[in-house]
């Protein structure tokens, strides 16, 4: 990806127990992405938040959850991310889709 130039950061919100047939669908998408060409992609594993069902998730050792967030994040083209929506909402079934625009400088 060139330097210095506007591009597409898309962000996936979902939780650390969603599937995508047999695997964690956070490791399914990063597969998916490699498949589809982007630049890269970064999974965050969240220490605590809630989502629209209001339910709190932590990695708190009193309040261990076995559902942590997780955020999927790719930084392209827009192109390149725009392509790959169809596949991505196919494939995300409880979670929040983000796209922002950055400008990559380096």
Known sequence: M????P???LRIYTGEKEQ???KALYHALVLKFRELG???ATVYRGVEGYGP???LRTSR???LSVDLPVV???VDCEEKIRGALPVIRKMVKK????????????
Do not use: C, M
């Open 2 to 5: 060139p330097e210095q130039k």
């Open 7 to 9: 591009a597409l950061l």
């Open 20 to 22: 995508w047939g047999h």
């Open 38 to 40: 982007l630049a890269g």
């Open 53 to 55: 069902e209001n339910r």
């Open 61 to 63: 050792v009193l309040d």
């Open 72 to 74: 999927i994040e790719v």
């Open 95 to 106: 979670g929040l889709i983000t796209i922002s625009v950055v400008e990559v400088v380096k």
